[in-house]
C-alpha cells in the first residue's frame, strides 16, 4: 500500500500536479481534446516548475457548455496556442517518468481519457498502466475523507482509488470549490483554468495528506 | 492473444446493441442499422454467440442459423442479488450469463427467464436461480458487471456460490478501458486451477466509428422526464470511455 506521508511528509518523491481542459464531457469521443494543460512538478511544498501549454487543433470545437464553464476564448487561445507535439513532448519528461507521482482531481475519471486522446492524436501509445500505477487522485482521496474511509493497509491503492470514485451518493459533492471550503483553501474564482486549478488540488492534496495520515 | 469469441447481443437488448437480427438477402441499402448475419457472412464465421438481455430472439436466430448452416449459441444475461433485505435498497445486482447447451437447454432457458422476467426487482436470489438449474444450462461469469467486478471496483462485498454448477467459465474481454487490467489479474487470481477463462468480445456495433450512432442510441433508451437532457457533448453514462465493443477491434485483437 503506498504510504501518502513518504510524498509529501518526508519529501522521498517528487509528483506533478496536472489539469486539462477539454472540449465537452463526451469521454468516448476522439475528437474531445485537451486545449489547455496545465502542470506543476513538486517536491513536498516546494513547486520546482510551471507548465502551461495550449495545443493546437485546427478543428478545434469546444461545445457551448464546455465554454461557458471554462470562460474560453478562441482568438485568445488561437494567440497562445502551440504544436501539440511540443507539448507532449514536455509532458511525457514528468509523466512518463517512474519517479514522478501524478497527482489530478477527477484524473482517473476525465482527464486520463482527455491525456489518451491526446497521445492518440499525436501518433503515440499511452501508456495507461503506468501513469494509473502512479496516480493519486484527489477526488477519490476527497470522497474517502468525507465519508471517513480510512486508506487500508493491505489493498492495493489504485483498487481502492477505483472503489471511491465509483462510490455515487446523493449530496456527496468533492468538486474543487467544495473541498476549497470544506478545508478553508481560499477559493480562486478563476476556477476551469487548468492553470489556476492546479494550484488549488495541490492544496487539496496536501491538507487530505493530513486528514487522511 | 488468440481465439477470441465474438459475443452478439442485438437490438432486441433494447439500450444495448445496435446490430439487428435482419435476413441479409432482405437488405436492401447499405444505409440503416447493420445485421449481425451480414456480419457473419462478411467474415466468413459459421458460428453465431447470441447473448441477450431477453429471450425475444431465439425464434428469429434459430430460423436463420437453421436454413444457413451457422452454429447458434444462445444466452441470456440475469441478475442476482443475495444480499439481505436492507442492503437489497439500493438494488445493487450482479450479472450471470447462462447459456443453453443444447436443444433441450433452449426450453430450459425459456423456463428459467420466464420466472426471472415476472420477478419484481428483476434479480434472483441463489436459491431461485437453482430451483430453476438444469445440466443442459451452462453457467458463465462475464467481466462487467459481475460480482468479481462489483467486490473489486466498488465498496460492495458479494458472495455468489459456484460450486453447485458444473464447468463454470469466466469471461475476460479487453476493451481499453482503464480498469481492464486491475480485473483481469483478478480473474485470473479468482480462477486459478478451478475454472475455466475465455477471450472474448462483446460486440454490439460493426466499427469503431459507430460509436456516436450507438452513443446516440443509448442517450434515446436511458432518457428521462426529470433531470439535464443528456446531449452527445454531455453524455452522463459512467464509464462510457470506450468505441472497442465492435467486431472492427474483435478483428483487430484476433490478428494479434
Redesign the interface.
Known sequence: MLDLREIFLFKKHKYIVIDTEACNLNLVSRDNLPWQISWIECKGEEILSEHDYFPFWKNLKVSKGAAIVTHFDYYDYKKKAIDPSIVLDDLIKYIENPEYFIVWHRGIGYDMQILRNFYEMCGREFPSESILSRNIDTNCLSKAYIEEIAIPQNEDFLTWQYKLDNLIKKGLKTNIKRMCELLGIPYNENAHNAFHDIDMCKEIFIKLIYKLS | MNNILPIFSSHYSVGRSILTLEDPSKIKTDEGPDSIFSILKEENVNQLILLEDNMRSDIESFRYCEKNNIQLIYGVRVYVNDLSFEAKKDLRKHRLCIFARNSQGIFDLRKLFNAFSLKEDLFFTSDELKKYWTDNLKLVIPFYDSFLFYN????TNMIFELDFYKDVEFFVENNHL??D??LKNMVEKFCKNKYLISNIKSIYYKNKED??AY?TYKIACSRSLYGKPKT?????I?N????EFCIESWKEQNKC
Open positions: 473489486t471496483l466498488t465498496f482503464e480498469f487490467f486491475i460509436i456516436d452513443l452527445l457533448e454531455e453524455p452522463g459512467d462510457f470511455t470506450s468505441n
